[in-house]
């Protein structure tokens, strides 16, 4: 997951230097705004406003790459030896000119070394062709560079790359994934600018052993309802796919017909299975897993109501290998649904960051929205079209489509390069933007810019960089600037709803919190799980956010449900909690316009039913509530705003 700043460097690394390179004799544009992020990456703008604006010479890219060691499938973070190929284009590589090597910089793989021979990642080159010289450059400790000496390397020529040549082997992603790239890049002319072969060789990667058992229920069901429990074998990585052969015994708490039960795992399962029973009488019920070998499992609260309002479980922010993350959409949609048992989710690769770029490879595009499409199921799976605005002049936002169309507005075109100019070409469209990090971390929102109040009703507050919802959050987000986060945005007086959402690089949605400790799922308030019915929430601030464990929460003020706006002049408000916890609750804090008007102690206790009598808010104020679990586990009401 991207967790800190070092690995920000390697996506400046993996964009600038490999993608494109630096033309020394072109000075980079200037690029000047008035009001930017308060920490604005304006290097890293004009870097890529550069490459955008270098000129390619035909040859780079030229050629085509391809694997004769064995294609795999491998085992996440185990070693082994791969064997390139690379055949020149019919321009060749002129003297001066290089093949790159670059495994993906981001998951674990082994960086390529010439050194040490009996070291990871170990990498020989050698060619057939007479006369023709290579020597070797490793950058950054991640690529390698194979330059071409001697004479130009002619049409139809071959260079073969073994990496993790020696005994130790190269690790591999330990992240499961299909098509994970070896990339390869070409600079045909020796001018220092090159350009990835698109199709770079790539291999799959699967789970290694089962460690943990995941079970989900839907939180909210009705008496006699026929519900699914979704159980999922993981790795120690999260992966999906751990093979698991043998029994787990169920049971229900409290006790209830059916259980217990004994579920019995095959290999042909892949370490998933989907279990369909009626529920009884109402109550608050969780399912528990024992097994012989791993021990206990417990699964998220069930609480079946007659008219309790559902809440539905939304990641609406990830990326797959289409930009910096792991994986294919259809790898992607498959853990949400299979795995994960989201009922909405979004696959948001960034506009212009990673290895290729969406805003110029319309096929990529056009792959996310066929699989979006083939993923949507009304009421049971909601998939939304979307892509990551990546500003570094005014913080990333998400753009969601929810009528299954759009177009990539890329944060680096001069058209879109403002939140205001991304609202103007969105407006009147079934759209949103979500702002994220807005604290800190890559780059801070710059608030400089009103929300939309159409366009941009929620704000994220949670994901695996941490929390932005304010200064005395738990798991406050790295790289915090003072006066950034979503509280300081509601003293301004942006009505903003709360959400989390993954922000997950590594193919895990809904559950990137058990590889990365920290995650992000939005708590989504309706009874209709489709397209509208999803956008008509989001926008009436009918949601509320968790930093990854299903805690079910209810929040109201004199009747009036969390993302309300009430108007009128109130002596006193009557204020109701309710909490089913995933562990134990520490405590549950209730904010009244930035300050922490109340605290209630969870004292061990699973859930909690709290009611407060309140001096009346006056016209500007606004009220919301965190619950911490004893473990870090965490959730946010979305707020109460006030009004005349």
């Known amino acids: 997951m991207i967790v800190d700043r070092t690995i920000v460097g390697s996506l400046l690394m993996g964009t600038a230097i490999f993608s494109a390179g630096c033309s020394a004799d072109k000075p980079a544009p200037e690029v000047v705004r008035e009001s930017l992020s308060p920490s604005v990456k304006q290097a890293t703008v004009e870097m890529l406003l550069e490459d955008q604006g270098a000129s390619r010479h035909p040859a780079d890219g030229g050629g085509r790459a391809w694997l004769t060691s064995r294609p795999g499938p491998f085992v996440a973070s185990r070693p082994a030896r791969f064997v390139i190929v690379f055949e020149a284009g019919p321009l060749g590589i002129e003297i001066g000119g290089a093949v790159y090597l670059l495994p993906s910089p981001f998951w674990g793989w082994s960086a390529p070394q010439t050194e040490v021979a009996h070291g990871l990642g170990f990498a020989q080159v050698s060619t057939d062709s007479a006369g023709l010289e290579l020597s070797t450059q490793v950058v950054d400790g991640q690529m390698l560079i194979i330059w071409v000496g001697g004479r130009a390397l002619e049409p139809g020529e071959r260079i073969t790359i073994e990496y993790g040549a020696g005994e130790s082997g190269a690790l591999v992603d330990r992240f499961a994934e299909s098509d994970s790239k070896l990339w390869i890049a070409v600079d045909g002319d020796g001018d220092g600018i090159r350009r990835i072969l698109a199709n770079s060789p790539s291999v799959s990667i699967v789970a290694d052993r089962p460690a943990r058992l995941v079970l989900t229920l ?370 549950v804090d209730l904010i009244r316009s930035g300050e922490i008007a109340a605290t209630a102690s969870g004292e061990g206790r699973f859930e909690a039913t709290l009611g407060l009598h309140l001096d009346g808010p006056t016209p500007g104020e606004y009220l919301y509530v965190r619950v911490v679990q004893e473990d870090g586990g965490a959730a946010w009401s979305s707020p109460i705003f006030f009004e005349e």
């Not at 699989?371 to 009304?378: A, G, I, M, S, V």
């Open 218 to 587: 839907p939180s909210v069901a009705r008496p006699a309802e026929i519900v699914s429990l979704t159980l999922a074998w993981l790795d120690a990585s999260a992966n999906s796919g751990a093979v698991f052969v043998g029994d787990v015994e169920l049971s229900m708490e409290p006790p209830a017909p059916g259980f217990p039960m004994v579920v019995s795992f095959e290999s042909g399962d892949y370490g998933r299975k989907s279990l369909e029973f009626k529920v009884g009488k109402g109550g608050t019920f969780r399912i528990r897993c024992r097994q012989e070998t791993f021990g206990e499992s417990l699964s998220n609260p069930m609480l079946v109501s007659a008219d309790a309002a559902r809440v539905y479980w939304g990641d609406l922010h990830g990326h797959s290998g289409l930009s910096d993350g792991t994986g294919t959409p259809v790898d992607f949609y498959r853990y949400a649904r299979d795995v994960a048992a989201l009922d909405v989710v979004a696959l948001t690769d960034h506009d212009h960051w990673g290895m290729l770029f969406l805003d110029e490879s319309p096929a990529m595009w056009e792959e996310i929205k066929e699989e979006t499409e083939l993923f949507y199921d009304p009421g049971r799976f909601v998939t939304i079209l979307g892509y990551e605005w990546t500003s570094w002049l005014h913080g990333h936002r998400h753009v969601l489509y929810f009528d299954g169309e759009g177009e990539v507005l890329s944060s680096i075109d001069s058209r879109y390069d403002t939140p205001a100019e991304l609202w103007s070409a969105l407006r009147g469209r079934e759209a949103l933007t979500v702002a994220h990090h807005t604290a800190g971390g890559p780059v801070a929102t710059n608030w400089d810019y009103e929300p939309d109040p159409i366009l941009e009703p929620l704000t994220e507050v949670v994901s695996v960089h941490g929390s932005s919802e304010a200064a005395d959050s738990p798991g406050t987000i790295y790289s915090a600037v003072a006066g950034n986060f979503a509280r300081d945005a509601l003293d301004r007086g942006y009505r903003l709803g709360f959400l989390g959402s993954g922000d997950s690089h590594d193919g895990h949605p809904g559950l990137a919190h058990l590889s990365s400790g920290v995650g992000g799922l939005a708590g989504i308030i309706t009874d209709d799980l489709t397209r509208p019915g999803v956008l008509a929430a989001l926008r009436a601030r009918r949601v509320y956010a968790t930093n990854g464990p299903r805690i079910l929460l209810r929040f109201a003020v004199n009747g009036h449900p969390m993302g309300s706006i009430v108007r009128g002049d109130y002596e006193w408000v009557d204020v109701f909690v309710g909490v089913v916890a995933v562990s134990p609750i520490e405590r």
